[in-house]
Each structure stands twice: as C-alpha cells, then as structure tokens.
C-alpha cells in the first residue's frame, strides 16, 4: 500500500518507515530491497543511524548509506563487495551509481522519499527522484513523508504512486495517533 505522510518534526515519521520496511524485507544477497531518498546528506547519515540501531538485532540485513563529498570509488567498492539490502543516499548520487550499473535497483520493493517536499519541489532534484523511480520495479511500495506538504507539491506525489484508487491512498497523522495513544496510556495508569 503506497502512504503519504505528514507530521511535525519529532513525531517519529522516521521510525515509521525504517520499522515498516525493516518487518517487511526478507534479505537476498546482491540485492537492493528498499531505498530511502532524502535531499541533505546530514539527513542520510541519520537515516542510515537509524535503521542501523533498530535493526541491531537482525544480522542478515546491511544497510548503506551513499551521498556526494565522498570519493565515489569508495561507494562502487562497497556495492560491489557487500551489496547492502538498504541504500539511503541523496538522489544525486543514487543516479550516478545507477547510471555507472554500480547500483542495481531493479529488486527494490520500497521507495522511500523522507522530506519528499524538500526533493520535489526543486526541479533539478525532481527530475533525479523521477529518473531514478523509472529504474525500479513497477511493482513496488511507495512511502512519502514531510513535515511540511503544500497543497501545490500533493498532485506531484501522487504521480509516484501507482493505482492511487484502487490500492488504497492513507494520509496519516501521526500528531492524532501518538495524542490518542498517550490519552489512552494516562487512563490505563
């Protein structure tokens, strides 16, 4: 099912998609199962950390994180050594590596955007988020989340999703959820 999220800052949109992919990803060697695009390489850092942390207890899954300002042999030697199941990468660099078939995704099942605003309102970073969406499969899951989602960037989003009205389309507001959720826990105590 293809999600269009938004919520404030520090409400945990983050541990949103690294939980939901990391229940759903069953490892295969060589391959790349889901990918996290995000527009700052501060932000991949994070993201890499954190898939990092909550998948402590699950050996099998290696994660990677690729961005600019590093040697890009670097990046095509890890690909080649150790295939991560998980690249997060800022979408410049993610397009480089697959225009060089450094970086194979043609067995990612979750395309992740974080601060999909952010990427899609600048043109030039639109036009690699869109390049590198055509190198996957059709069949895939699309999750898009920001803090900030304009009325004018929503049509774009909904582009990258596939069967919007017959697979299902779900905003969800994790302020309600995680408000409901700590009412709830002061009841029960």
């Known amino acids: 099912m293809d999600v269009i999220c938004q919520a404030k800052s520090g409400m945990g949109k983050t541990a949103v998609f690294v939980l939901s992919s990391l229940q759903q990803i069953e490892p295969t060697p060589g391959q790349v199962i889901a990918l996290v695009l995000c527009h700052t390489r501060e932000l991949a850092y994070q993201i890499c950390h954190e898939f990092e942390r909550f998948s402590t207890y699950l050996p099998d899954i290696k994660v990677a994180v690729f961005y600019g300002g590093v040697n890009v042999k670097v990046h095509k030697d890890l690909l080649k050594n150790e295939c991560p199941h998980i690249v997060v990468g800022t979408p410049g660099r993610i397009l480089a590596l697959a225009r060089d078939k450094d970086l194979s995704l043609k067995n990612v099942r979750h395309f992740i955007l974080d601060e999909c605003d952010k990427m899609l309102e ?9 390049e590198i ?33 017959f697979r299902g389309q779900y905003y969800l507001n994790l302020e309600s959820i995680f408000l409901i959720h700590s009412q709830l826990s002061t009841r029960v105590m």
């Open 133 to 165: 969406f055509k190198m996957t499969p059709h069949d895939k899951q699309v999750m898009m989340f920001s803090a900030t989602l304009s009325k004018e960037i929503r049509p774009v989003c909904k582009k990258f999703m596939q069967d919007v009205i």
């Open 122 to 130: 600048s043109l030039d970073m639109r036009r690699d988020v869109q």
